[in-house]
Nanobody, 122 residues
C-alpha cells in the first residue's frame, strides 16, 4: 500500500486547510485510515481516524470540533478538513493505514505517507 499526502502549506491563525491522502496498491485489508502529526524532536501524535466504511471516526481532544476527517471510497482518498487553525497545529502531518482496530495507536499502523508540513502563523 502506498499513501500520498498533500495539501499542507502556510496559513494564518483562524484559517483553514484541507489535506488529502490517496491510497493505492493492495488496500483490501485496510480497516482504518488515520492522521498523525509530529513536531521536530517529539513523538508522532494521533489526530484523527476513520473506518474503511466511513461510518466511524475518532478525534483527539485538541482538534475535536475544528477538524473533520472524511473519505471518498471511489477515489481511495481520505481528507482532513482543518478549520480554526491555531499556531499549536503547526506540524508535519502524516496519513497512515492500519489493518488493526487501534485508531490512536501509531505503532499499530502498517503504512505511512511521506508527511506534509502545515504551518500556522500568528
Amino acid at each position: 500500500v502506498q499513501l500520498q499526502a498533500s495539501g499542507g502549506g502556510l496559513v494564518q491563525a483562524g484559517g483553514s486547510l484541507r489535506l488529502s491522502c490517496a491510497a493505492s496498491g493492495r488496500t483490501f485489508n485496510i480497516k482504518i485510515m488515520g492522521w498523525f502529526r509530529q513536531d521536530p524532536g517529539k513523538e508522532r501524535v494521533f489526530v484523527t481516524a476513520i473506518t474503511r466504511s466511513g461510518t466511524r471516526t475518532w478525534y483527539s481532544d485538541s482538534v475535536k470540533g475544528r477538524f473533520t476527517i472524511s473519505r471518498d471510497s471511489a477515489r481511495n482518498t481520505v481528507y482532513l478538513q482543518m478549520n480554526s487553525l491555531k499556531p499549536d497545529d503547526t506540524a508535519v502531518y502524516y496519513c497512515a493505514a492500519s489493518s488493526n482496530w487501534l485508531p490512536s495507536n501509531a505503532p499499530s499502523y502498517d503504512y505511512w505517507g511521506q508527511g506534509t508540513l502545515v504551518t500556522v502563523s500568528q
